[in-house]
């Protein structure tokens, strides 16, 4: 054999390996190795709340439905504090692989930073993924309080101006603006004290500690069959069915207090965009379940809407610019 020719055959040989190394970085890699397995561990859920409340009853119901569908260990875990700002934080940081996500009240991102100072912004360390359920509140009285109508509250806080307590379950929150919002319409003067979740709030109302509280209705509705405390109003468009006899605001003369606040699965904003969207394929099918639907009524809410993460976002905006104008036409002032 001709030695160049030899040469010649080792050169394209190389070429040839060479060009089939480049080319193979440029096929698209299996989708596995694209992007990391989720989940391949337990998934924590973090509660903005305390045990009992609101979202932990939520959280609970989700944890339990998802846990079926995945595979893995969902654990409920309550972070009550600081209007939630407290679960938010150690939500910040945990690792970026979609395996600890937060369940949480819009008002975190739309409320909560007109009324408590911290460091985080809210609108930044947090991102939607679904919209879990929906509902309203009810206002709920110690049975001692002396009215059983809304209108005889009214009357009855004005003969008592800046001598009865609202209680809310969070400053910052729909039951703390609420309350705001019912001292302006009725020109009435109901002092607020903010709670770290329901369940003390309550507590302190069966106590007649505080006799008046704005409250979930996934909270108060047992204590209201039970007899516990009684019910004023609610804040849903029409009568709840679960509390048929309990008017709404609007049909009593006060439309601005018509209010519904959802629940949402949150991660946090660095999660890889494909984990994100997995999460909430996985959370939307849960919720699909048969009997979600009928649990959720069961407790006072109603599904969430199918929302995308876009139009959650855009929602919120609009939530927080509304919050802000609301809070300086009351001339409020963060306590």
Known sequence: MNPNDSVRTRRRLAFAAALATACSTLLPLPAAAQSPKWPDKPVRLLVAGPPGGSADILARLLADHLARDIGQPVIVEPKPGA??????????????????????????VSEIPHIVKSKLDMAKELVPLAELARGGLVLVGHPAVPAKTLP???????????????????????SHLIGLQLN??????????GYKGSTPALQDVMGGHVPLMFDGVATSLPLLKGGRIKAFAVSTPKRLALLPDVPTFAELGYPQLEAVAWMGLWSKPDVPAALQQRVREATLKALAQPGVKERLAEVGFEPGQPRSVDEMGKALRADYERVGALLKSIDFKPE
């Open 152 to 174: 005889e509250l009214i009357a009855y806080a004005k003969t008592k101006p800046g001598q009865l307590n609202v209680a809310s379950y969070t400053a910052g929150t729909l």
């Open 83 to 108: 209007g939630g700002i407290l679960a938010v934080n150690e939500l910040s940081q945990s690792p970026r692989d979609g395996h600890t996500l937060l369940v949480a009240v819009n008002s975190l």
């Open 184 to 193: 302006k319409a009725a020109q009435i003067e109901l002092v607020h004290v």
